[in-house]
DNA sequence: TCGCTGACTAAGCGCTTGCTCAGCATGGTG
DNA sequence: CACCATGCTGAGCAAGCGCTTAGTCAGCGA
């Protein structure tokens, strides 16, 4: 269908050498599919021919097309949340760190657009016991954010009324590129990146 | 289901009085559906059975089940226009204007989240045809929101250094708020809106 | 009383879905 | 060579899908 390469659309899929490529490709063609269509109207037929094989095939691969879901889900969750910490544990005053949280987590859901979709908008999909799990990813997402923005608030570099709704709103912005960013975009993730880190700062009121 | 009132959900919906009471039903199951389930993962069974009615009933008052989700998008991006609109041509100045347009968008996108769930998730599911008009309602709401930034920006009230991306970064935000909003939120719909047009303002540059 | 209409249902058609299973080719091992 | 594990396919099953059809029935004007 495209050929955009799967590094570009999720950098860190994990398994691409371990995993038996056969499978690999499942999964990335699973992205691509729940994405487009959604998880419901994604036949398994449509997954196995994007990746080249019969729809038996799947099976010995993965338990159940809910089971490709979960993996998709849990691992683009688990990779947001390594980006988070990672920006937030870095060098800097609280300013600097979320300026540099909201650079990553903006181009993030801009460039891995695809599985940022399948991430953010087919939880409701998800098998009960995967669901439990992603949402705890979630739940560790939002702390981090809210953790740091308190800790402007307690440092004098951020002005926010409401440590919640601030964070909510921080994230709403990032997650919500991956609804509307397309390949026909201007921007590349990284301005998008810069100028929404920007658009952040100043809502939160830091000085810059 | 719920016992919520149609009215908290969906304050606008048309034809409440003028439509038979059997087709506003239909619509009023579909939309709770839609939102729930998503559209494919929605059956003419489950709409039916929730109007009190039988499968074979949809079909005197739909020509199909997209006819419905069709119904629904066109009726609510007019709403959301509407609303954009009305908050853009009262009076005050740019500032003013934002910040009770972020107000009522905001506060519609929390109290009406079922519709808007249907509304801003659910286009993928539209006939060719319907979604044309729907993307030209999304249009006109992006323009209406550029061109008060832009006045804005020319009045000296707002510092942006790009309308395109700021406009998105309002809207986005609004939308957004439909995913995550449930009724276990501790903030109304309206204490949500005056918080986010605060931070809608500071992020533009208004001096407030 | 009558025929007619509009709203509705019970039954089910044709098709697609997620998933299974018997069997086949391949390549490494004795 | 035989043997088997692995990875896969072709065929197809049971269930469920959107939608249709034939028919019921209350209400109504003449």
Known sequence: MTSTPMADLWPTLPGADTR???AYRLLQAAVESFAERGFHATTTRDIATSAGMSPAALYIHYQSKAALLA???QA???ATLALVRDAVVGEGGPA????RLVEQFTAW??????????????LHALPEDAYAVVAALRLDIEREVSALIEAGAAAGEFQVSEVRT?????????????????DRSTETPEELGRRYGELVLRMLGARI
Request: hydrophobic share 40%; charged share 25%; aromatic share 6%.
């Open 20 to 22: 038996p490529e056969a």
């Open 71 to 73: 993996e998709i889900s």
């Open 76 to 78: 683009g969750h688990a």
């Open 96 to 99: 600097v760190r979320m300026r």
């Open 109 to 122: 859901h801009a460039r891995a657009r695809t599985v940022g979709r399948v991430v953010n908008y087919e």
């Open 166 to 182: 601030a964070a909510r709103a921080v994230t709403s912005l990032g997650i919500d590129v991956s609804r509307w960013y397309t």
